[in-house]
């Protein structure tokens, strides 16, 4: 079954850290860019960090500049979300999503797949 998987996510306190995975089932993520997205009931979804394939150009949400760091793996398949300096307002579902346009310029209606989501949370 196509699909994207994500894991690392859980409680962590103010100033934690946290390394989100996201893992491509029955398909390669060559040519695809990859987003990190979050959602919560009061924002909805909002992009947080995308790299794309080609030339593995990155760009990251203002929020999150400095303190979040996307990568990815090609012999694992996988994107990496390297989160560091969490804080309360960090707290939400966070999804990753592929992009066969290899385009982070995307919205998210253009996405192919989604991974279920993996809730994180920062709190003392």
């Known amino acids: 079954q196509v699909q994207l998987v994500e894991s690392g996510g859980g409680l962590v306190q103010p100033g934690g850290s946290l390394r989100l995975s996201c893992v491509a089932s029955?398909?390669?993520?060559?040519?695809?860019?990859v987003g990190w997205f979050r959602q919560t009931p009061e924002k909805g979804r909002e992009g947080v960090s995308c790299i794309s394939d080609r030339d593995r150009s990155t760009t990251y949400a203002d929020s999150v500049k400095g303190r979040f760091t996307i990568s990815r793996d090609d012999a694992k398949n996988t994107v990496y979300l390297q989160m560091n300096s969490l804080k309360p307002e960090d707290t939400a579902v966070y999804y990753c999503?592929?992009?066969?346009?290899?385009?982070?310029?995307?919205?998210?209606?253009?996405?192919?797949?989604w991974g279920q989501g993996i809730p994180v949370t920062v709190s003392s």
């Open positions: 029955e398909f390669t993520l060559d040519s695809y860019a």
């Open positions: 999503g592929a992009d066969s346009n290899d385009n982070c310029d995307s919205s998210i209606y253009e996405y192919d797949y």
